[in-house]
């Protein structure tokens, strides 16, 4: 599998996805290239505007997505796939949408975020590399056994869909668009 780089026009870059690979490269490739992605979209912005809800009636932002992605990645691999007793970063069960409770964002705030989203990342990627196969299973809470391929196929869609999320809040922000 080819990790070339590609590099975007404003310097930022993504790693090429494979066209011809086996399922679990192609699988990761992508999974890395959207959260590449949601990466890409959030760079270069002033933690008020990473906080900016700039769709009204929404408590939607890009750093809200970060967060939510974090929590997204602890849950699926830490909680689920290796069965850790891991508790929620931003949520509890009194305020599920928390991870989106951003106002008034610093530095500090920003950080935090960034630094618990790449540790989920960095524990889900060893995991995965660690499992025999794709179809190791893990049991979420309430539904039953899944199995590993079913978690990276809902997190390519997982980031899929935030990433369109996070091109309109780009857009409202600063008029930046693209991938």
Same mark, same amino acid.
């Given at each position: 599998m080819s990790t070339t780089p590609i590099v975007e026009s404003d310097g930022t870059s993504r790693t090429k996805r494979p066209t011809h690979a086996d399922e679990r490269t192609t699988m990761l490739a992508f999974l890395r290239?959207?959260?590449?992605?949601?990466?890409?979209?959030?760079?270069?912005?002033?933690?008020s505007q990473l906080a900016e809800q700039a769709v009204d009636r929404s408590a939607l932002s890009l750093l809200g997505l970060v967060r939510?992605?974090?929590?997204?990645?602890?849950?699926w691999?830490?909680?689920?796939?290796?069965?850790?007793?891991?508790?929620?970063?931003? &949520?509890?069960?009194?305020?599920?949408d928390a991870a989106f409770e951003v106002?008034?964002?610093d530095a500090q705030l &920003?950080?935090?975020a960034w630094e618990a989203w790449r540790a989920e990342i960095a524990f889900a990627d060893r995991?995965?590399?660690?499992?025999r196969s794709l179809d190791i299973?893990?049991?979420?809470?309430?539904?039953?056994? &899944?199995?590993?391929?079913? &978690?990276l196929m809902h997190l390519?869609?997982?980031?899929?869909?935030?990433?369109g999320h996070a091109d309109l809040l780009r857009e409202q922000i600063d008029g930046a668009a693209g991938l």
């Amino acid at each position: 599998m080819s990790t070339t780089p590609i590099v975007e026009s404003d310097g930022t870059s993504r790693t090429k996805r494979p066209t011809h690979a086996d399922e679990r490269t192609t699988m990761l490739a992508f999974l890395r290239w959207h959260r590449e992605t949601l990466e890409f979209k959030c760079a270069g912005l002033k933690p008020s505007q990473l906080a900016e809800q700039a769709v009204d009636r929404s408590a939607l932002s890009l750093l809200g997505l970060v967060r939510h992605a974090a929590e997204t990645e602890r849950f699926w691999f830490r909680q689920v796939m290796a069965a850790e007793e891991a508790q929620p970063l931003f &949520v509890s069960q009194a305020s599920p949408d928390a991870a989106f409770e951003v106002a008034n964002a610093d530095a500090q705030l &920003v950080a935090q975020a960034w630094e618990a989203w790449r540790a989920e990342i960095a524990f889900a990627d060893r995991f995965v590399a660690a499992a025999r196969s794709l179809d190791i299973s893990g049991d979420e809470p309430g539904e039953g056994p &899944v199995s590993l391929r079913w &978690v990276l196929m809902h997190l390519v869609e997982e980031y899929a869909r935030h990433n369109g999320h996070a091109d309109l809040l780009r857009e409202q922000i600063d008029g930046a668009a693209g991938l």
